[in-house]
């Protein structure tokens, strides 16, 4: 089979799930009397080659989220070309990566920390550019994550307005990692009565409408609980060549 013939293929299935995961959306959505406009749907393509990519692209998709700093960074300067496409990073960060990060992401998903919030404000006032941010809850409480404790939560967002280059979005979480769907859902509960008591008392320009929550196996079980994005990597690319444990714990899974 020629490499055309192969691209077609492939574009065939992504094209299919992500048919697939949209209609999931929606039908998750009619549970809970929400309109499917109000959920991002955010693939997530880490390991996922640049040819992949630009068909996802090809497919009408404009945002990707990646866990890895120097894979995004590679990716990003290889697809330079699709002027269009956003990267999002929604892994853990470490302050000595804060100076790439800066140059070519359009938003944090995982900002858990003073220093860090410091790191990224300073490197952003050099580069004259705002950063859409949202702050990673540890709402499973389990040691392997990241994130803040939701009773830290309230007092490290009042502590972000004085970084005037993170504009605050909302709340990211990672649910617990379980069959049991009850304690998947007990965690968006947690985290969407967070927000939702977060947005009494914010400062001014502090934002507190997007809640980033939800994967393959549990996203419909989060827009039933508020999601406003969803990070879905392998309902649409399939599984992926290297285990999740290359991942996890250093760089968490988060799809």
């Not at 992949?52 to 990003?76: C, D, F, M, T």
């Not at 994550?145 to 993170?166: C, E, H, Y």
Request: charged share 25%.
């Amino acid at each position: 089979m020629s490499s055309a013939a192969v691209d077609a293929e492939v574009a065939t299935v992504l094209r299919t799930n992500l048919e697939a995961v949209r209609s999931r959306i929606a039908a998750a959505c009619q549970r809970a009397g929400r309109d499917p406009a109000q959920v991002r749907l955010l693939p997530v393509s880490k390991t996922v080659n640049e040819t992949r990519l630009r068909l996802i692209h090809a497919a009408g998709i404009r945002e990707l989220g990646e866990n890895k700093v120097q894979e995004a960074w590679r990716k990003s300067q290889a697809m330079a070309d699709l002027a269009d496409l956003r990267w999002l990073l929604i892994g853990h960060l470490q302050t000595n990566k804060v100076k790439q990060v800066v140059q070519f992401v359009s938003e944090f998903q995982a900002l858990d920390s003073p220093r860090l919030a410091q790191a990224l404000d300073r490197r952003l006032q050099a580069q004259g550019r705002a950063l859409d941010v949202l702050v990673q809850v540890n709402t499973s409480a389990e040691d392997s994550k990241f994130g803040l404790a939701p009773d830290q939560v309230s007092g490290f967002v009042r502590s972000l307005s004085a970084f005037s280059s993170l504009r605050v979005r909302g709340l990211m979480t990672l649910a617990e990692f379980s069959s049991d769907a009850q304690r998947v859902r007990a965690c968006f509960v947690r985290l969407r009565q967070l927000r939702d008591r977060l947005r009494q008392e914010a400062p001014d320009g502090i934002g507190m409408d997007e809640l980033s929550m939800g994967m393959s196996g549990d996203f419909e079980l989060a827009i039933e609980e508020g999601a406003t994005t969803v990070r879905v990597g392998t309902a649409i690319f399939g599984q992926r060549p290297l285990p999740d444990q290359h991942y996890w714990p250093a760089d968490q899974d988060t799809d």
